[in-house]
């Protein structure tokens, strides 16, 4: 064979990769770029369209469910009493979080705040704090109890943000 004959090997990394393998690791990246959006700022995720919003804000909604369930089971378990204070607790939760969405899918839509979006996220947190006191004050319900229902939120945000991370993780991995 004559030296004209041979073939130099193809140092290129892109060729040691059949088009099967190609195209799984085209593919996983591109779903690592579609799960690191869940880490950017909204400023910079002006191409998610109008449905990935609403599958977060309805994921998130069952985790709140979910969460406000196991508050009120365990609550049910080990103290019937604080019961009532609990469900309130969830409940004061369960209303602002129902007109926050409203107010936040207006505000996307429209992408201008108004004076009369700022009153309103004032009149609900009042109304908040109205019932609250209400129900500290006249209907001898427990702090503790309403605090409890009040952590509900808390504990959907936790679980939410451990599913998104371990769902960017497996993802990734």
């Given at each position: ?17 059949s088009d099967n393998t190609h195209d ?66 969830c409940g004061v939760i369960g209303f ?38 209400v129900a500290i004050q006249y209907l ?34």
């Open positions: 064979m004559s030296s004209k004959e041979r073939k130099k090997p193809d140092l290129n990394l892109n060729s040691l990769y799984e690791t085209n593919s996983l990246k591109l779903k690592i770029n579609m799960y690191q959006n869940l880490f950017k700022s909204p400023d910079e995720l002006t191409h998610l369209s109008q449905a990935d919003r609403f599958n977060q804000e309805y994921v998130f909604r069952k985790f709140l469910f979910f969460a406000t369930t196991i508050i009120v089971i365990v609550t049910s378990l080990f103290s019937i009493d604080l019961l009532p204070s609990v469900l309130l607790g602002n979080y129902f007109w926050t969405t409203l107010l936040v899918r207006k505000l996307l839509a429209e992408k201008k705040l108004r004076v009369v979006d700022l009153i309103f996220s004032v009149a609900k947190f009042g109304v908040s704090i109205i019932i609250l006191f001898n319900l427990s702090p503790t109890g309403l605090l409890i229902g009040l952590l509900n939120i808390v504990l959907a945000t936790i679980i939410y943000s451990f599913f998104r991370v371990l769902r960017f993780y497996k993802i990734k991995a």
